[in-house]
């Protein structure tokens, strides 16, 4: 079983490359970016599974899964992420994801999950996909938001742009806007500093 893993933390690329390799029957390699993975399957390398980075270079929300899924060879291709919600999850499998990985996945679960990826299987670990949303309906603040306006008012805390919660979550940029004006009014923010500082006084994020 071959695996090509496309990520930009270095760290992160090594230990799933250690993890893998000490497996019997699986070989990884890995890029930093998708770029590199368009490459490679340019030159005509032929990989049983490719994992894609939500957030490294290249991916733009997922246009970057969909690119490498339409490229002649039909890629099996899954998405792991340390940021992406449920939604995003939902939504790159609705694309035709093989799976998606959290990297809160135990290395024992990684490889499970890589295995029942290869052969033809679509992976979605369902603590993940029930956590995300339980753990934000649990919150007071969380309740008055919908998922979407949630994932955009996480954005805000750690400072992005509209453009770049665009990009993180696959969605236009006038919708980003959208739902930062609606969720000022829910939470009785009146600007970006003060829905991020609300947050975070309240404790959500």
């Known amino acids: 079983m071959r695996i090509l893993i496309a990520d930009d933390h270095e760290l992160l690329r090594d230990t799933l490359l250690l993890y893998i390799d000490n497996e019997p029957g699986m070989d990884a390699e890995s890029v930093e970016d998708l770029e590199s993975v368009v490459s490679r399957l340019t030159a005509g390398e032929v990989y049983d599974l490719i994992l894609l980075d939500f957030t490294m270079p290249g991916m733009n929300g997922l246009d970057g899964l969909r690119r490498i899924m339409e490229m002649p060879g039909g890629h099996r291709v899954a998405i792991i992420s340390g940021t992406a919600q449920r939604d995003t999850a939902e939504e790159a499998l609705a694309a035709g994801a093989a799976g998606f990985l959290p990297k809160t996945l135990s290395a024992k679960s990684l490889v499970n999950a890589l295995r029942f990826m290869a052969l033809g299987e679509q992976y979605a670990p369902l603590d993940f996909m029930r956590a995300s949303e339980e753990d934000a309906q649990e919150h007071p603040l969380a309740k008055q938001l919908s998922q979407r306006e949630y994932e955009v008012l996480e954005g805000l805390t750690q ?21 930062v004006k609606t969720l000022y009014r829910k939470i009785g923010a009146a600007n970006r500093t003060q829905a991020a500082m609300i947050a975070k006084e309240e404790g959500l994020f």
């Open 159 to 179: 400072g992005k742009s509209n453009k770049e919660i665009a990009r993180d979550l696959d969605i236009r940029e006038p919708t980003v806007k959208l739902h």
